[in-house]
């Protein structure tokens, strides 16, 4: 059986439990702890300590795991384990929450830094009233107009399968380009 | 379609940016420090800009650019005070005492200044009021945002060269050997000598700022002096971050793993 692996990643309540969720074939096994933080808290009730873990079983041949990387600051240490062999990553960034869009700037280019995988930025929540217009967060963001950004609402499955597509793409893009080693 | 925040998260010099770029029409309302600036946008460039509760009539922009002497200001200020901008500004040209450049120039100048008091705001709720047009009775003018951007991208750079050169306040600090050095003989201010007097390496920089009670940005500046004189160094951490292992395929061949790829493509699009 070979195996595959995606890592999502992105600040803390940015929707990376959610977006596993939603095509995850097994309950995303989660640890959860309780929030120690009250700031934190105030976010959201429950976080995820270590890591999140889904499954998409492929065929017979070949499984694909989605890693969701914590959200909050310090268990960046996790960040390099969990992106060791990864075919790419996604950066989830709250459209609502432009607070944390800076934070989000430094998870992509330190993951830029580990390893030189594809990988796309998606814009959650976009289903919401005050999410920010995907344009004026590429801008806000300074992504490279070549970085592709996504809409992306991670409870629909819909939504989620779009953004692993693009990112498929970008990786088949970048094989047939002949960059990968 | 919201673009609202807080400056402490988005600066004033980024939003502008974004303003130029997406070339929007409507107007920034910016809470600051105890004031609210409402600066408003046709495609992208700069028509009008007052702070609320300041009294920013034509009458008292033109004075304050020494368009009009203080005898005219006061006889307008008396007589005129209930006439409309475009309607004080047509009688002051046609009685010959300001022309309709000197006008302009004197509002540009005007919404420049306060553009440049907005780079000051660190922190306050911002939001586009999409559509939102400057009051019918001001007088708007047309100001390309390129020159304003790029001074507040000065501020900026400074901000974030000075974080790009010193990352981490929980480094410490060391007196660099230089034989022959005497830190006696050498000049700075008192702000730097108080930084000075707490340098050792069990002191991080952070309980130096806050001895010296200074802010982030106080204490980067000086440290960056002290480090550009060759005064100090940072004594930085050990550890440093491993190249991950690139190999992310099961197999190395070419088309095997584009077929992989194609492969999780289908199954994706079959969830």
Redesign the interface.
């Known amino acids: 059986m070979q195996t595959v692996k995606m890592v999502i990643t992105g600040p803390f309540s940015a929707g990376k439990t959610e977006f596993i969720q939603s095509v995850s074939e097994i309950d995303v096994v989660t640890t959860e702890r309780k929030i120690s933080s009250h700031s934190e808290r105030a976010v959201k009730e429950a976080t995820t300590v270590a890591m999140d873990f889904g499954r998409i079983t492929v065929d017979d041949d070949l499984v694909l795991y989605l890693f969701g990387t914590p959200g909050q600051k310090r268990f960046d240490f996790m960040w390099e384990i969990l992106s060791e062999g990864m075919l790419g990553f996604i950066v989830m960034v709250d459209s609502t929450r432009p607070e944390t869009y800076r934070e989000a700037r430094t998870i992509l280019e330190t993951f830029r830094a580990y390893a030189p995988t594809p990988y796309v930025v998606a814009a959650n929540k976009q289903d919401k009233d005050d999410a920010w217009d995907i344009e004026d967060v590429r801008h806000a963001l300074r992504l490279d107009p070549k970085v592709k950004l996504l809409p992306c609402v991670a409870t629909d499955r819909d939504s989620v399968k779009k953004v692993l597509l693009e990112l498929l793409f970008s990786i088949l893009t970048e094989m047939e380009n002949g960059k990968r080693k | ?6 400056l ?3 600066t004033f010099t ?1 939003i502008l ?2 303003i130029n ?2 070339k929007k029409t409507g107007t920034l309302i910016v809470e600051g420090p105890g004031q609210t600036a409402q600066v408003s946008f046709r495609e992208g460039k700069l028509v009008f800009a007052q702070i609320e509760k300041e009294d920013s009539n034509l009458a008292i922009v033109l004075n304050k650019a020494k368009k009009l002497s203080a005898n005219q200001y006061r006889t307008i200020m008396q007589h005129g005070s209930t006439i409309s901008d475009k309607e004080l500004g047509l009688m002051l040209i046609n009685a010959g005492y300001v022309s309709k450049a000197d006008i302009l120039l004197s509002i540009q100048q005007h919404c420049v200044e306060i553009g440049q008091r907005m780079f000051t705001w660190m922190e306050g709720f911002f939001r586009f009021e999409n559509d939102m047009l400057p009051p019918d009775n001001r007088i708007n003018v047309r100001l390309d945002l390129e020159n304003l951007i790029i001074e507040g991208s000065r501020q900026l750079r400074e901000w974030e060269q000075l974080q790009d050169e010193i990352p981490s306040l929980d480094m410490a600090l060391k007196f660099t050997d230089r034989p022959g050095a005497d830190l006696k003989k050498i000049s700075l201010s008192v702000e730097e000598w108080r930084v000075v007097s707490y340098i050792n390496p069990k002191n991080s920089m952070h309980q130096i700022a806050h001895a010296t009670k200074m802010s982030d940005l106080e204490i980067r500046r000086i440290i960056y002096g002290l480090l550009q004189a060759g005064l100090v160094e940072i004594i930085r951490p050990i550890d440093q ?11 190395e061949n ?1 088309e095997e ?2 077929s ?6 289908n ?3 079959s ?1």
Do not use: C, E, H
């Not at chain 2, 971050?241 to 197999?251: D, E, G, H, L, N």
């Not at chain 2, 992989?260 to 493509?265: A, D, E």
């Open positions: 379609m919201a673009l609202r925040g807080n402490r998260d988005i980024q940016n974004l770029l997406a971050a491993a190249a991950v292992k690139v190999r992310s395929f099961p197999t070419k793993q584009k992989l790829v194609n492969r999780l493509i199954r994706i699009r969830l």
